[in-house]
């Protein structure tokens, strides 16, 4: 079956460095999607994607953040200058054309954790 | 931000019952709900899912419910099976591609 998988599973940062979380989504899926998890509190939506760019962010998304589909595989989240406050899993999910608005797959998550 | 919310941390469902999930949101510009079930150090998967204009979808064991005038949607597990202990998110979106989720309930099935 079909997955999205996301490298790093696990990494931990100096608060300050740049980080980049690397996601491979299902390969003819057109929307892709950053949420993240902070601990012990709910999924939230960072961004969505498609056509080559952003179609929606939240306010989490600042000046920090930035995605990128460097080729026709990879979608990358970049996090210019890690905070503290950054720790937390973050999802990367895709959808195809067939499924509804929200029915996304998610790849099983990359730890973050600042210090 | 508590525009969906599941009162519920956890609830426990001896095997072969029903269990019930509920959740409750307060946008009233939510017309698609779903719901999403994780297991640990596993991303969320898709469940089920319901639009606005319906207030019943079906799909085997799962059933989800929506109460439109009481901003209330509820997924139904019956027969529950030992597989079916997860976290269980409900989530909602708009217009836009994103979705709100609910802080989860913890489900646990007992054999």
């Known amino acids: 079956e079909p997955e999205v998988t996301q490298t790093p599973s696990h990494q931990v940062t100096q608060m300050g460095q740049e980080v980049i979380l690397r996601c491979v989504p299902i390969?003819?899926?057109?929307?892709f999607y950053w949420y993240r998890q902070i601990l012990g509190q709910k999924v939230e939506f960072l961004v969505s994607?498609?056509?080559?760019?952003?179609?929606?962010k939240s306010e989490i998304f600042d000046d920090q953040f930035s995605v990128e589909r460097p080729d026709g595989s990879n979608f990358t989240l970049k996090i210019r200058s890690t905070k503290l406050e950054d720790s937390a899993m973050y999802f990367c999910?895709?959808?195809?054309?067939?499924?509804?608005?929200?029915?996304?797959?998610f790849g099983e998550g990359s730890r973050l954790t600042v210090l | 931000d508590q525009q969906v919310k599941q009162n519920s941390p956890s609830l426990s469902v001896q095997e072969g019952r029903i269990s019930i999930l509920n959740c409750d949101y307060t946008?009233?510009?939510?017309?698609?709900f779903l719901w999403y079930k994780k297991y640990p150090a596993e991303g969320p998967t898709f469940l089920i899912s319901?639009?606005?204009?319906?207030d019943k979808n079906e799909d085997g064991r799962f059933t989800v419910f929506l109460n439109k005038s009481a901003k209330h949607l509820s997924l139904h597990i019956v027969p529950s099976q030992p597989g079916d202990s997860a976290v269980y998110f409900c989530?909602?979106?708009?217009?836009?591609?994103?979705?709100?989720f609910g802080t989860g309930t913890r489900l646990t099935i007992i054999p």
């Open positions: 999910a895709s959808r195809g054309t067939s499924g509804g608005i929200g029915e996304l797959f």
């Open positions: 390969s003819n899926h057109l929307y």
């Open positions: 994607f498609y056509n080559n760019e952003i179609s929606e």
């Open positions: 946008n009233s510009m939510f017309d698609y």
């Open positions: 319901i639009s606005s204009i319906k």
């Open positions: 989530a909602a979106s708009g217009a836009n591609e994103k979705l709100t």
